[in-house]
Antibody, heavy 118, light 110 residues
Framework: EVQLVESGGGLVQPGGSLRLSCAASGFTFSSYWMSWVRQAPGRGLEWVANINQDGSEKYYVNSVKGRFTISRDNAKNSLFLQMNSLRAEDTAVYFC???????????WGQGTLVTVSS | QSALTQPASVSGSPGQSITISCTGTSSDVGGYNYVSWYQQHPGKAPKLMIFDVTKRPSGVSNRFSGSKSGNTASLTISGLQAEDEADYYCCSYVSSSTVIFGGGTKLTVL
């Protein structure tokens, strides 16, 4: 059974940092693109970042470029999102998702809530 | 990059068919056959319903179908059932492996 389990969310002050993790199991992690997708309270889905199978390609939505860094550890079947210089508008549930290509997210975790507030 | 345009809400009675549109540009929806659709029930993770415009993942009911014409993609749900009531999001490949979602559509089964 495919499982994606996010962790690392919480309350952080504006300007602070947080590192999200996503533990994968039940599939060949190293064969898939991985992404972070977020959903602000009561709002729609927003793609944040993705990374290719070997970590050599990384892409970001404009609003997080220079602040967020996506990475992966294929030996540990894990995906990460380092979030720096956090802003109130980064408040959201962050989902990790797997995909065979960059654009079709076939499996999703349950999400981890990040709240940026003073 | 602005979100793809979806109607905020659609509704239908059990057994009827509904269609949700997703309008983009020639740089996203119209430029690639990489449109996907997701169903999200309240408090749950999204679920892939359609990928590559028309393909259904294993286990998804054949009541769900996808299509595209020009810069507009569509999701059709036939034989509406109560459990179809959810939010639906379209998603398109843009360029350089980046992705964009639609604003979401709330489906109400009357």
């Amino acid at each position: 059974e495919v499982q994606l389990v996010e962790s690392g969310g919480g309350l952080v002050q504006p300007g602070g940092s947080l590192r999200l993790s996503c533990a994968a199991s039940g599939f060949t992690f190293s064969s898939y693109w991985m992404s972070w997708v977020r959903q602000a309270p009561g709002r729609g889905l927003e793609w944040v970042a993705n990374i290719n199978q070997d970590g050599s390609e990384k892409y970001y939505v404009n609003s997080v470029k220079g602040r967020f860094t996506i990475s992966r550890d294929n030996a540990k079947n894990s995906l990460f999102l380092q979030m720096n210089s956090l802003r109130a508008e980064d408040t959201a549930v962050y989902f990790c998702a797997s995909s065979a290509t960059p654009a079709d997210f076939d499996y999703w975790g349950q999400g981890t809530l990040v709240t940026v507030s003073s | 990059q602005s979100a793809l345009t979806q109607p905020a809400s659609v509704s239908g009675s059990p057994g009827q068919s509904i269609t949700i549109s997703c309008t983009g540009t020639s740089s996203d929806v119209g430029g690639y056959n990489y449109v996907s659709w997701y169903q999200q029930h309240p408090g749950k993770a999204p679920k892939l319903m359609i990928f590559d415009v028309t393909k259904r993942p294993s286990g998804v009911s054949n009541r769900f179908s996808g299509s595209k014409s020009g810069n507009t993609a569509s999701l059709t749900i036939s034989g509406l059932q109560a459990e179809d009531e959810a939010d639906y999001y379209c998603c398109s490949y843009v360029s350089s492996s980046t992705v964009i979602f639609g604003g979401g559509t709330k489906l109400t089964v009357l």
